[in-house]
């Protein structure tokens, strides 16, 4: 079984201040992992994505995450939050040994709320 | 707009109706994913197609959900006999695997709502 962890439901960041939200995953084989944002009534945005390589991912609007293996985590962060970055922001593994057709398992989600 | 759609956007119906929804997949993405979202939660695996092939049902959640996808390319999710449980956002995914590389593309959602 395959599952995510996103132990904060708020972040709260005043702008320009560097922001992190946070991901722990567990699965039986390697992972994939995923981070989407999602704005109000608005669908999953693919943010970045950590398959095999260096540990840093750089994604979309200047964020990246840092995948580390022996703590299971694949955390989000970004140097500078803007107000725009205010989302609803979904971690999400696959284990690459899964045979159950590729399905995404995702996070409860993390609501950033980015401060003037 | 080349990303993925999804028909209606929101979808207000009483308990009992049966209720119907499309997708349209990027095109030439050979895989197709429903999920459900309800709220203050991630989403929620329920089938998927490669091409015209549904590969993976055993997560949907009752008999009263159904899935097609006939011809390869849009998609439709059908929930009959409604209940007020099934409230939720259902969004669709496409993707084109490449090997075991693969990056599941979302659509905006139909939003249900049932009374």
């Known amino acids: 079984a395959q599952s995510v962890a996103q132990p904060e439901d708020q972040v709260n960041v005043a702008e320009g201040n560097p922001l992190t939200v946070k991901c722990t995953y567990s699965v039986s084989g390697n992972p994939y992992l ?10 999953l945005q693919f943010l970045l994505k ?21 703590q299971t985590s694949f955390h989000l962060k970004k140097p500078s939050a803007l107000v725009s970055d205010s989302a609803l922001y979904f971690c999400a593994v696959r284990d690459m040994n899964n045979n159950a057709g590729n399905m995404l398992t995702f996070g409860g989600g993390t609501r950033l709320m980015v401060k003037p | 707009d080349t ?4 028909n209606p956007r929101h979808k207000i119906t ?16 050979n895989r197709l994913y429903w999920y459900r979202q309800t ?11 490669q091409n015209e092939a549904q590969l993976e049902k055993s997560r949907l959640l009752s008999d009263r959900f159904s899935a097609e996808r006939p011809k390869g390319s849009f998609s439709t999710l059908e929930i009959q006999r409604t209940e007020q449980g099934d409230s939720a956002m259902y969004l669709c995914a496409s993707s084109l695997v490449i090997g075991t590389k693969e990056t599941q593309y979302f659509g905006p959602g139909t939003r249900l709502l049932v009374l």
């Open chain 1, 50 to 70: 950590y398959i095999t390589g260096d540990n840093l991912v750089k994604g979309s609007y200047g964020f990246e995450a840092e995948f580390n293996k022996s």
């Open chain 2, 14 to 29: 009483k308990r009992g109706q049966n209720v119907t929804f499309r997708c349209d997949p990027i095109s030439e993405h």
């Open chain 1, 34 to 43: 995923f981070w989407y944002v999602q704005y109000p009534n608005r669908g």
């Open chain 2, 39 to 49: 709220l203050g939660q991630g989403p929620e695996f329920l089938t998927y197609f």
């Open chain 2, 3 to 6: 990303g993925v759609s999804q």
